[in-house]
């Protein structure tokens, strides 16, 4: 299949056509801007991605903790998608959200805060024979739409929470928590990685991803997006 136009072109275009709708109704009519909806969802902190082949060598989803995260910067592991509000992204880029949920819920490290109840878990399995299995998978899967929707693999970024989101600070982690559907609309794709081997009708269905309110927002907002854009969203496992 042909690649599918960037997202900022994708923008223009239906917001042109848009205006010219607007511009045949009758006169003293006001046609709005549906897209602008989109700029109205908070941005507080940079929405930070990552190259496809960085994720790829690195072997794993790391957490975004002071030390890793300061290399990463320097060495352009991690690199602003957008900086803040009003930003525009850099164009030629394709960003892929990685939505899912957690399947080591009890994991923590040094890291993590003994205060606080609710700091532990992490995205992958971090120990036995299914050890970086998600991390596995998002590769798979990446590299199957890179195939399919001939991408280049040097334009391909990736936001995965673990690490696009300060995990070691609990007011920068707060303002990404914030921005998170944001980030989603700001996405050219969206990816599920999943255990289940069926293609299930709707995300909603899918075991553990599709009983949590932060996943079903995440999929819901990015699909409205896409749509008001008039990019179709295609549903894969």
């Known amino acids: 299949p042909l690649p599918l136009p960037p997202l900022y072109e994708i923008e223009e275009q239906a917001r042109g056509r848009q205006n010219a709708d607007a511009g045949s109704q009758s006169a003293g009519s006001e046609g709005g801007d549906p897209l602008a909806v989109l700029d109205t969802f908070e941005l507080l902190t940079a929405m930070l991605v990552m190259p496809f082949e960085q994720f790829k060598n690195q072997k794993r989803i790391v957490?975004?903790?002071?030390?890793?995260?300061?290399?990463?910067?320097?060495?352009?592991?991690?690199?602003?998608?957008?900086?803040?509000?009003?930003?525009?992204?850099?164009?030629?880029?394709?960003?892929?959200?990685?939505s899912h949920t957690w399947w080591d819920r009890e994991f923590k490290d040094e890291t993590n805060?003994?205060?606080d109840p609710y700091d532990h878990g992490a995205p992958d399995h971090m120990s036995g024979e299914k050890k970086d299995l998600k991390w596995r998978l998002i590769c798979a899967g990446v590299e199957k739409l890179i195939e399919q929707?001939?991408?280049?693999?040097?334009?391909?970024?990736?936001?995965?929470?673990?690490?696009?989101?300060?995990?070691?600070?609990?007011?920068?982690?707060?303002?990404?928590?914030?921005?998170?559907?944001?980030?989603?609309?700001?996405?050219?794709?969206?990816?599920?990685?999943?255990?289940?081997?069926?293609?299930?009708?709707?995300?909603?269905?899918?075991?553990?991803?599709?009983?949590?309110?932060?996943c079903r927002v995440e999929y819901f907002i990015f699909s409205l997006a896409a749509e008001m854009r008039g990019r179709v969203v295609d549903w894969h496992v």
């Open 63 to 98: 957490k975004s903790t002071k030390t890793w995260r300061d290399e990463a910067l320097s060495n352009g592991w991690l690199v602003a998608h957008v900086k803040g509000a009003g930003d525009v992204p850099a164009p030629g880029k394709v960003v892929i959200f990685i």
């Open 113 to 115: 805060d003994p205060t």
């Open 149 to 214: 929707r001939g991408l280049k693999a040097k334009d391909v970024m990736l936001w995965v929470d673990w690490q696009s989101i300060y995990q070691d600070d609990k007011e920068e982690k707060l303002k990404g928590v914030r921005s998170l559907i944001k980030y989603a609309t700001l996405c050219d794709y969206m990816l599920v990685p999943t255990e289940e081997e069926r293609l299930f009708e709707y995300p909603a269905q899918i075991p553990g991803y599709g009983s949590r309110g932060w």
